[in-house]
């Protein structure tokens, strides 16, 4: 019989993964961020668990640490833009 292997994870930017457990069904990875920075998505949680399951699949997509307070905005800009460019002789609309 063979162990199951997850594979390795690396650590998120700003952040640690502890693999102490391995990486073979039934270990655990544990997340953490930096000092200042929480995990995407969820700032209340410290920590984030990943399973080694049976398939060799984690059970879950490794987390992102983002500075504490940040939030993510997404600016759509319409196809056709505008822009006046003014030197000290001249300008021009491009």
């Not at 990486?23 to 929480?38: E, H, K, L, P």
Request: charged share 10%; glycine share 8%; net charge negative.
């Amino acid at each position: 019989m063979f162990d199951v292997d997850c594979g390795t994870l690396v650590s998120p930017t700003n952040g640690h993964v502890d693999l102490s457990q391995g990486t073979t069904f039934g270990a655990t990875a544990t997340f953490t961020c930096d000092v200042g920075y929480a995990l995407q998505g969820n700032s209340a949680l410290t920590s984030l668990e990943l399973d080694c399951m049976a398939t060799g699949l984690w059970s879950n997509t490794p987390p992102v640490c983002q500075i504490k307070g940040f939030k993510t905005i997404e600016i759509k800009l319409s196809t056709c833009m505008r822009f006046i460019i003014f030197s000290s002789s001249a300008y021009a609309v491009v």
